[in-house]
């Protein structure tokens, strides 16, 4: 069992950043890819971010590439997306997840979902 705890969000006007944290439980985080997905209101959840077990490889969709970089600490058993150049359209609840066996975008092999945490851009 892993509980994920995010962190971070907030308003922030357009071109700003945020930092989110997802802060993990338990003592085997390395054993877990992890990552970061969003959903806007009225919309489908989307992926946003992936980081491989060690975080050697890092996978984005393609509208967050160049902006955003997730990257994770295991000796923290925490994971960060570092959002620069932030847009109206980057507003949705962000949420991290973790999957054991899997590395990539799709929602339905991750295990594990935190409470996720608001971000908004202002215009």
């Known amino acids: 069992q892993v509980q994920l705890v995010e962190s971070g969000g907030g308003l922030v006007q357009a071109g700003g950043s945020l930092r989110l944290s997802c802060a993990a439980s338990?003592?085997?985080?390395?054993?877990?890819?992890m990552g970061w997905f969003r959903q806007a209101p009225g919309r489908e959840r989307e992926f946003v971010a992936a980081?491989?077990?060690?975080?050697?490889?890092?996978y984005y969709t393609d509208s967050v590439k160049g902006r955003f970089t997730i990257s994770r600490d295991n000796a923290k058993n925490t994971v960060y997306l570092q959002m620069n150049s932030l847009e109206a359209e980057d507003t949705a609840t962000y949420y991290c997840?973790?999957?054991?066996?899997?590395?990539?975008?799709?929602?339905?092999?991750?295990?594990?979902w935190g409470q996720g945490t608001q971000v908004t851009v202002s215009s």
């Open positions: 997840a973790a999957a054991r066996a899997y590395y990539g975008g799709r929602a339905q092999a991750y295990e594990y």
């Open positions: 980081v491989s077990w060690s975080g050697d490889r890092t």
């Open positions: 338990g003592r085997t985080f390395s054993s877990y890819a």
